[in-house]
């Protein structure tokens, strides 16, 4: 069975734990048989909260019918890889909401998904992924009585409220990242453009899951009055809201400082290619200029060598001298020019 935690509450507190979905329909139809007033004449509260991990199509078609599921909700359910969003069908509401958590080791964000029904008496977290967001969530409802009261509405804001808080760390650990791809990009080091590049894709990946969140939340505040949702809890959830907004925010940012470190990265290594080729253009330079010193005085010893008729060191006492003379002075007026010219 996908079933992490199965509870069933009562007045905010949790009496029973069915092993099985049989036996939290069976327990949860008994209690709502039952259900009579508290001592200060409100109806008692009984809520079932089922938590499954990448449950079977069969047990989400379970769930579906005794709850009577709304199809298109069950259907993205099983396929699973929806953006963040909130639906209403009737007295159900269906949400679903991507988790993060930031791996210090590898420097990644993974990013989870977790679809969350819930209606007048009952709750059920689908995870999609390994993140614990549900169990500390539990945590904490089933410490504060109060939530539980609520209904759906209690769990559902405390769903929101953890994931969105989860969301900061996830942000620390980006802003670390982008603060070394900085020191990096001026300390010359390789494969900083690669390091830029999947930053940028988890950024990217991150803020598609958080974005989302501010039409969702309208979304869900637009039917504060007509589902008469607790008032206190309108206040945490605008708290909420604004918490998201700074999430945002800062992702905004983040792809900001990211491209201007793409664009700067992109103009170092250009400036960095550029001094290359001067540099190696210099080295051309001096290479051309001493093979042209030495150039010349071999085209003087050539023509003087080949002249078997007339060499002029045979008939003429001051011809050889004058040949290495014209050689030495043809390689120093060379040099002087080269020199001249800053190529040497």
């Known amino acids: 069975m996908s079933i992490v935690d199965n509870a069933i509450y009562r007045n905010g507190q949790r009496i029973e734990t069915p092993s099985n979905l049989q036996e939290t329909y069976r327990l949860l139809r008994q209690l709502n048989e039952e259900c009579g007033t508290t001592d200060d004449g409100q109806k008692e509260s009984v809520l079932a909260w089922i938590g499954l991990y990448r449950p079977s199509a069969a ?3 379970s769930l579906a019918e005794h709850f009577k599921l709304h199809e298109l909700a069950v259907e993205d359910t099983i396929q ?4 963040p969003k909130i639906e209403r069908y ?3 509401l269906f949400t679903v909401l991507r988790p993060a958590v930031y791996n210090d080791h590898d420097e990644t964000v993974d990013i989870g998904e977790i679809h969350i029904f819930t209606g007048p008496n009952f ?3 689908i995870r999609h992924s390994e993140s614990m967001g549900v169990t500390r969530v539990r945590e904490r409802v089933e410490g504060q009585a109060e939530l539980i009261r609520l209904g759906g509405d209690g769990v559902l804001y405390a769903l929101f409220d953890q994931i969105v808080d989860d969301y900061f760390p996830v942000l620390d650990g980006l802003e ?19 390091r830029i590049y999947e930053l940028a894709r988890e950024v990217n990946d991150f803020h598609r899951g958080v974005s989302p969140l501010n039409t969702v939340m ?3 505040f637009a039917g504060f009055q007509k589902y008469g949702t607790n008032v206190e809890l309108q206040h945490r959830l605008r708290d909420v809201l604004d918490h998201v907004i700074v999430v945002n925010n800062k992702l905004e940012s983040m792809r900001s400082s990211l491209a201007d470190a793409m664009t700067l990265d992109s103009t170092l290594t250009t400036a960095r290619q550029n001094e ?11 290479i051309s200029s001493w093979a042209a010193i030495l150039f010349a005085p071999s085209i003087v010893g050539s023509v003087y060598g080949m002249n078997f008729a007339h060499m002029p060191e045979l008939e003429w006492q001051y011809g050889y001298p004058m040949a290495l003379g014209l050689m030495l002075g043809v390689g120093v007026v060379l040099y002087v020019i080269f020199k001249a010219k800053k190529w040497l």
């Open 218 to 220: 309208n979304q869900y």
């Open 123 to 125: 709750v059920i977290t």
């Open 276 to 286: 290359a080729a001067m540099e190696q253009n210099e080295q051309m330079k001096r």
């Open 59 to 61: 047990e989400v078609k």
């Open 90 to 92: 009737g007295d159900t």
């Open 80 to 83: 699973a890889h929806q953006r």
């Open 176 to 194: 670390n990242d982008i603060d070394e791809i900085e020191d990096a990009l001026f300390a010359g080091e390789h494969h900083v453009s690669q």
